[in-house]
């Protein structure tokens, strides 16, 4: 849950395909995970409308997520990138 990022590729398989493209999910669109389950649907937000999907489904999308805002993590990052130019 939170997770944003971008979708690059739906599955090959017409029918899976076409199901989601009617849902409005499709190559470049952007997206948020606002619910994932195992069990259950996954629930995204695309163009600020919630698209509930199987599970099953949502793992066929390809996506690139965005790098993560946390900035401690950032922060850290930055360090040890800093720690390891210096050797």
Not at 23 to 28: A, E, N, Q, R, T
Not at 53 to 72: C, G, W
Request: aromatic share 4%; glycine share 6%; no cysteine.
């Amino acid at each position: 849950p939170g997770t944003r990022g971008t979708i690059v590729s739906l599955p090959k398989d017409r029918m899976n395909r076409q199901r989601l493209l009617s849902l409005g999910i499709s190559p470049g669109k952007i997206f948020e995970v606002r619910h994932r389950d195992a069990y259950g649907p996954t629930v995204l937000v695309i163009d600020g409308q919630r698209i509930a999907i199987d599970s099953t489904l949502a793992e066929q999308v390809s996506v690139v997520a965005e790098p993560s805002e946390d900035r401690a993590w950032s922060s850290a990052m930055a360090r040890l990138k800093e720690i390891w130019s210096l050797r």
